[in-house]
């Protein structure tokens, strides 16, 4: 029985306690999303699995925890945050670890402006609100942290590279 968007135990159990106790001639394992990320179900890895030992605890050995995609789960358990790529060398990732606080980490180069979009429409992302100017003091390439903003359902940003 897959819980769709639940997130808690309660509602994972409320979602689908009906056909668990009257529906099925047998147990069911229940289904949780495993959508983690910033647009996610679970903001964290560490959520998502935290919620998922509580539901396997309260399920038990009867009625165990399945994942709607181990191939979603395995992909943050062994990298951790998507990796973001333009195909022109410039790369940066989300970090999850502070959901309360998400960045985009990027590798920026010296002797180069970054500036970051902020869109909801994929469509126009060049159109989208600036967040970010950044420049490297360093004569040598690093990491900068810009913090971002979640907004409605669904959010992309557009990151410029421009050699000075």
């Known amino acids: 029985m897959l819980s769709f968007a639940e997130n808690t135990l309660a509602t994972i159990d409320h979602a689908t306690s009906y056909e668990r106790s009257n ?5 069911a394992r229940l ?4 959508h983690i990320g910033i647009t996610g179900i679970w903001t964290t890895l560490t959520a998502f699995q935290t919620e998922m030992g509580l ?5 038990g050995p009867a009625e165990s925890v399945d994942l709607d995609s181990y191939a979603r789960w395995r992909h943050f ?3 951790g945050a998507p990796v ?3 195909g022109t060398g410039l790369t940066a990732t989300f970090d999850f670890v502070r959901p309360n606080r998400p960045v985009i980490v990027i590798n920026v180069l010296p002797n180069h402006l ?5 869109s909801q429409d ?3 992302p060049k159109q989208g609100r600036e967040v970010a100017r950044l420049r490297t003091t360093s004569d040598k390439p690093e990491r900068i942290e810009v913090p971002i903003e979640m907004k409605g359902d669904r959010g992309f940003w557009l990151i410029e590279r421009i050699k000075d």
């Open 77 to 79: 358990v062994e990298k």
């Open 114 to 118: 970054y500036l970051v979009r902020f």
């Open 23 to 27: 529906v099925l001639p047998t147990k």
């Open 122 to 124: 994929l469509q126009k």
């Open 84 to 86: 973001i790529s333009t």
């Open 31 to 34: 289904g949780m999303k495993s």
């Open 55 to 59: 539901v396997e605890d309260a399920a």
